[in-house]
């Protein structure tokens, strides 16, 4: 008898789940204002990659981390991925990814990336918050990352956002073996931040 009520649990609760979950990481194209400025935010697509890309170059002195083929597989994922781009005047101006584990209610930020000239802007404030805001909207528990120990900037915006650091992971990142900081927003213990400093 409890073996038949779990399945009947499942199916019904587990697809509502589903359907909720797919509901969160759909975002529908639209346009933002972000400090006085209207930019437009969509899912990435296939087509974005090179672009992607060539932000990576710029942010990372010539050398992008991942190429094409591991976006492109990343972009394959979309039950438990989310990645988002943001365009001004038909130009890419930052983008960011994350996957969403149902196991561990947690969101991994993969990925972000702004224009050097664009940075300081909010673009990438503003990212974060919508990845923050689908985490909370499915009830996980935390949003994860792993920062460069030398980017002090993107640190310190992420601080802002509540995030703390939890360890150390040495000679993380290709080519260099720089250190990566782990950093964790504990949903549970943090209140949201408000409407006026994390737009959607």
């Given amino acids: 008898m409890l073996k038949k009520f779990k399945t009947w649990y499942k ?30 935010v969509a899912k990435a697509l296939f087509t974005d990659i090179p672009e992607m890309i060539e932000i990576e170059r710029a942010v990372y002195a010539g050398k ?7 976006f492109a597989n990343e972009l394959r994922r979309e ?3 989310l990645y988002l781009v943001i365009r001004r005047n038909d130009q890419l101006l930052a983008f960011i990814g994350s996957t969403f584990d149902e196991r561990t ?3 991994h930020i993969t990925n ?35 920062v460069r120990v030398s980017n002090q900037q993107a640190q310190h915006l992420y601080r802002d956002l509540q995030f703390e650091q939890t360890g150390i992971k040495r000679g993380y ?8 900081a782990d950093m964790v927003l504990d949903l549970v213990a943090t209140v949201p931040e408000t409407a006026s400093s994390v737009q959607e």
């Fill in 64 to 70: 992008a981390p991942w190429d094409s083929t591991a």
């Fill in 105 to 107: 209610q947690d969101a």
């Fill in 11 to 40: 199916s019904v609760f587990g697809s509502q789940r589903e359907i909720v979950r797919e509901e969160t990481l759909g975002v529908k194209n639209h346009r933002v204002d972000i400090k006085g400025v209207t930019y437009f």
């Fill in 79 to 81: 039950k438990d991925r």
């Fill in 112 to 146: 972000i990336a702004v224009l050097p000239d664009e940075q300081g802007n909010g673009l990438g404030r503003f990212l974060m918050g919508i990845m923050i805001k689908k985490a909370r909207q499915l009830n996980y528990k935390t949003v994860s990352l792993e």
């Fill in 173 to 180: 990142y290709f080519g260099d073996h720089e250190d990566a």
